[in-house]
């Protein structure tokens, strides 16, 4: 799928992944993915808690990006600050990133468990925003307000970059939807 | 508690309530709850599928005063849509309703899985107001991210109003959220 997993860990996502395609989230086993690569489970063991994991890894990284970019900003607005933010979330989601994106969402979609630790995963990132804004300096409404904001537009961003045909990179997507929301309210 | 709850299912919720609040949500059965009223547990069947649905009644009705003043609105801007459903959405938590609501929170703050389903209570109505705005003519992006920070403004309000001490009303202190939501992009 890409160069840039080819790793024992990274063989171990796009096997998982092929197979809860084929076979469903539910039907697919460890020992599936294990036997997919050529290893044994407790080699899957060393690198994922169990299979689900291997869904929501990368999460601290993903998260930082996020954080390290609005601690880094200069501005004190507090949407100019969110806007830093998701610029730095969304160098996580490079081209070469889509096929796995499109593909690891589908299999969330199919399983309220998957979906229900995705929006948990929202709602943590969402927080940390806020907690962040607090940290600069913004009140907490406003902080709360902004990073809620901002985060309903990253992930409408996503949506967006996942469809069907889109070859728009996230960046450009993004700007658009930051676009709406300034006009909404301006 | 408040004489607009004189009836059964009236009772059967302010006694659902205080039970849960000395004892815990997950302590308290049906059989407490319909014994502190002084009718049987098929009484209380008839009126609430489970003790967890004492919590989340009225939901249809609820949602309806934000769609009925939303789709009322002469207005075609989103985010004055949006502002016309939420104060149709403050309408619902009248001054007598606020001990309600400060204990009823507690209690759902208290368990992961009302927090979950409180949860998916937001996301609904979320959802439903998005669907609004489509209706009324507004563009898919534009309607989600006028109707997601139109409701996490509500929804710090709403913990405002709550909050210990606080006497201002529920349409006071979502103008004041408001008004920070458009100072922030404004």
Known sequence: ??????????????????????????????????????????????????????L??????????????????????????VEAALHGGAAFFADERRTWSRARQRIV????????????????LTDALTTALIAKGVAPVPAALAAQSGSAAFHLAFAAWIADDETRSFTELLDDVLADLRALLG
């Not at 890894?57 to 004190?76: I, K, V």
Request: charge should be negative.
């Open 109 to 124: 979609d199919s399983s309220a468990a998957l979906m229900e630790r995705e929006s948990l995963k929202r709602s943590s």
């Open 1 to 54: 799928m890409a160069r840039w997993q080819a790793d024992t860990e990274g063989r171990l996502k796009l096997a998982a992944i092929e197979l809860f395609g084929t076979h469903g989230f539910e039907a697919v086993t460890v020992s599936d993915i294990a036997a997919a690569v050529g290893v044994t489970e407790r080699t899957f063991f060393r690198y994922f808690t169990d299979k689900r994991e291997v």
């Open 56 to 81: 929501f890894t990368n999460q601290d990284d993903y998260q930082a990006r996020f954080l390290d970019a609005l601690l880094a900003s200069e501005a004190t607005a507090p949407m100019t600050l």
